[in-house]
């Protein structure tokens, strides 16, 4: 069986451009989220979907970020008009329906210059 | 709301000798569980021990243990012979209620010496 694997590791944008990043879950792993991680600090909750549905997005989630999960299968989160404080590590993490730990993606990082 | 505590930011550990990283936990929720998961230099979050706010007996993995206080609200992690592999940042998450999301701690950079 094949991780969560996300798409690009790396990406560098210049102020004021928009980024997708893609994650991929571990096959039959129905629930998926997005976190984001500064350095030096523990990842914090972006948003999380059950299947095709988006059912948690956290206050962090401006405007300029969007999350889809059109067929409930891969993810994929845009940032409009990245801003230097946008520079992190995007990480993906998918887990069983009914199974509480959820396995992690090698991460997008993501720099705004 | 929510919120995991670690108080170490680093610790050393000799090869071989067990350690134990802190973590205290606030929720005001019943229901709830306990994560660590290992973060080497690579990036990767690896998910390595849970133990829910019902469960009677400490969670066990391997070499990783979960000494699990409900009435002191901690969660502590305790990694016995240690190895040089071990070297990694650790993190302490809870989730809570019936949200699905994990509240993560600010972590504790863990050193294991030769």
């Known amino acids: 069986d094949t991780g969560v694997s996300q798409d690009p590791r790396h990406k560098i944008t210049k102020r004021g451009q928009n980024v997708t990043f893609r994650c991929d879950p571990i096959s039959e792993h129905n629930r998926l989220y997005w976190y984001r991680q500064t350095l030096g600090q523990g990842p914090e909750f972006l948003t999380y979907?059950?299947?095709?549905?988006?059912?948690?997005k956290s206050r962090l989630l401006s405007d300029r970020f969007s999350a889809e999960r059109p067929k409930g299968s891969f993810s994929t989160l845009e940032i409009q008009r990245t801003e230097q404080g946008d520079s992190a590590m995007y990480l993906c993490?998918?887990?069983?329906?009914?199974?509480?730990?959820?396995?992690f993606g090698p991460g997008t990082r993501l720099t705004v210059t | 709301a929510q919120k995991i505590t670690q108080t170490q930011p680093g610790m050393f550990v000799q090869e071989k000798e067990a350690v134990t990283l802190d973590c205290t936990y606030d929720t005001s929720d019943q229901s709830y569980g306990l994560f660590w998961y290992k973060q080497p230099s690579s990036g990767e979050m690896i998910f390595l021990i849970y133990q829910g706010s019902y469960d009677e007996q400490n969670a066990t993995e391997g070499r990783y243990s979960l000494n699990f206080q409900k009435a002191r609200k901690s969660a502590n992690l305790v990694i016995s012979a240690s190895q040089l592999g071990d070297s990694a940042m650790y993190f302490c998450?809870?989730?809570?209620?019936?949200?699905?999301?994990?509240?993560f701690g600010s972590g504790t950079q863990l050193t294991v010496l030769p």
């Open positions: 993490a998918s887990s069983l329906p009914g199974a509480e730990e959820q396995y």
């Open positions: 998450a809870m989730r809570a209620g019936s949200a699905r999301q994990l509240t």
């Open positions: 979907f059950q299947n095709e549905a988006q059912l948690e």
